[in-house]
Nanobody, 124 residues
Framework: QVHLVESGGGLVQAGGSLRLSCAAS????????MGWFRQGPGKEREFVATISGLSSTTVYAASVKGRFTISRDDAENALYLQMNSLKPDDTAVYYC?????????????????WGQGTQVTVSS
């Protein structure tokens, strides 16, 4: 059974940085695409970044491109999100997700497995 656990969230001032981690277990993840999504207060869950299996191709939401970096360590079954130049609008619960395919996807519905989320709060 696939199990995802996010960590690294917290409270940070605008302009600061955080690094989120996702520990994955239950299978070998190297061939599967993984992603980060977020849900802000009163908002729907939205795509943040994704990384493909096998080739590590990345795709970012326009709102985070140039500030966030997604990466993976397949030897450790881990996914990361380095977040720099954080803004109050980045405040959200951040979720790690895995899909049953190697290609990237920005669609929530294409991800079969989800973590419980980690809270990121950016103060102005």
């Amino acid at each position: 059974q696939v199990h995802l656990v996010e960590s690294g969230g917290g409270l940070v001032q605008a302009g600061g940085s955080l690094r989120l981690s996702c520990a994955a277990s239950g299978r070998t993840f190297a061939r599967y695409a993984m992603g980060w999504f977020r849900q802000g207060p009163g908002k729907e869950r939205e795509f943040v970044a994704t990384i493909s299996g096998l080739s590590s191709t990345t795709v970012y939401a326009a709102s985070v491109k140039g500030r966030f970096t997604i990466s993976r360590d397949d030897a450790e079954n881990a996914l990361y999100l380095q977040m720099n130049s954080l803004k109050p609008d980045d405040t959200a619960v951040y979720y790690c997700a895995v899909r049953n395919g190697y290609a990237t996807s920005t669609s929530i519905g294409n991800y079969e497995y989800w973590g419980q989320g980690t809270q990121v709060t950016v103060s102005s």
